[in-house]
């Protein structure tokens, strides 16, 4: 009971931190919004995977650098120096939140953490960095182009569903960087896709399932493999799924801002994360399978909500985009 109200307390401080860096209105402010989430979030990290510990002082020691290029650029900033203190300052949250070049740390960090802090560190320790980002005046170029052909190459190779979904994660990010300039389309896109990510993980966690070979030798009930069929069609970008439905917001935002390069990078890099998630699809829901698919939902009634979100969220979006 007592670690239980422990890891409750260290959760509504780590959102207590990000909701002080997002309503700041000065860089001492945001900064300590972001130390406050970062310590808060440390005590949660050790479990009892024996590499837990080491992640969690590797998270310490990336962050820890990472302030301290922030600080750099806020001094730059301050003396009016003539050093490119934006890009400083961008590149500490690009570390921070493990972007493309700098994503080494979290994918060797994210094996050995908890599914909920998975999510955590994949959503909300991403959304103060975000903010910060959109108060710059910087073009992320560079780091939008990086971000989709690692998320998108890299994930191809990948047999651990953990390192998918943070390839995934990367790919995911650089779709809102590139809409960093307009806060309601990054705010939704975020909302959105942590959505479709704590759905999969919630199927992942109840069924026990770390690695791709694990889908198809698993004995779950065909009702659990249509949900995470769906729920993997969407974070893929299948449409009807909502997920087609944020890539697409995004692509038509860079047409009609005359990106056009980043615009096509984005639609090939979709086409390949398509195919690894497609992969999975085909795992979990067509191999070592006998039974008919469509009769998955008439037996379970309470299996279709994640059907019924994908499904019918797109002409929703498309009603309230109009």
């Known amino acids: 009971m007592m ?9 509504h401080v780590t959102i207590m931190g990000t909701i002080m860096s997002l309503s700041a209105n000065n860089w001492l402010t945001i900064w300590t919004g972001l130390e406050i989430s970062i310590m808060s979030i440390m005590p949660m990290i050790p479990n009892n995977n024996f590499l837990s510990s080491e992640a969690s002082v590797k998270y310490f020691m990336i ?11 806020v001094l730059l900033l301050l003396i009016n120096s003539k050093i490119e203190y934006q890009m400083i300052l961008t590149s ?6 493990g972007i493309a070049p700098f994503h080494n740390w979290i994918l060797e960090m994210i094996e050995s953490v908890e599914l909920m802090i998975m999510f955590l560190l994949l959503t909300l320790m991403k959304i103060a960095p975000l903010n910060m980002i959109s108060y710059l005046m910087f073009k992320n170029n560079l780091f939008i182009m990086t971000s989709l052909l690692v998320g998108s190459v890299f994930g191809l190779n990948q047999m651990s569903l953990r390192k998918m979904m943070c390839y995934s994660s990367i790919f995911n990010m650089s779709f809102m960087l590139a809409s960093i300039s307009t806060n309601s389309i990054w705010w939704f896109y975020m909302g959105t896709y942590s959505l479709m990510l704590i759905s999969i993980l919630f199927i992942l966690s109840k069924m026990k399932i770390n690695y791709i070979n694990q889908l198809s030798l698993n004995e779950e009930k065909m009702s659990s493999k249509m949900n ?6 969407s974070m893929g970008g299948m449409p009807p799924m909502m997920g087609f439905m944020l890539k697409l917001m995004v ?3 860079m047409m009609s801002s005359k990106e056009f390069l980043i615009s096509i990078i984005m639609i090939m890099s979709s086409v390949l994360v398509m ?17 008919m698919k469509w009769k998955a939902f008439s037996t379970v ?8 979100i994908n499904i019918f969220m797109m002409p929703l979006l498309l009603m309230l985009k109009t």
């Open 63 to 73: 962050q820890s650098i990472s302030s301290s290029m922030m600080m750099l650029g």
């Open 228 to 233: 995470i069929w769906l729920a993997m069609l």
């Open 3 to 11: 670690k239980n109200f422990n890891m409750l307390m260290f959760l």
């Open 301 to 308: 009634k309470s299996s279709s909500w994640i059907i019924m």
């Open 251 to 253: 692509i038509q935002m």
């Open 92 to 97: 500490s949250m690009m570390l921070k939140m």
């Open 275 to 291: 195919f690894y998630y497609l992969r999975l699809s085909f795992v979990s829901i067509l191999f070592a399978s006998s039974s």
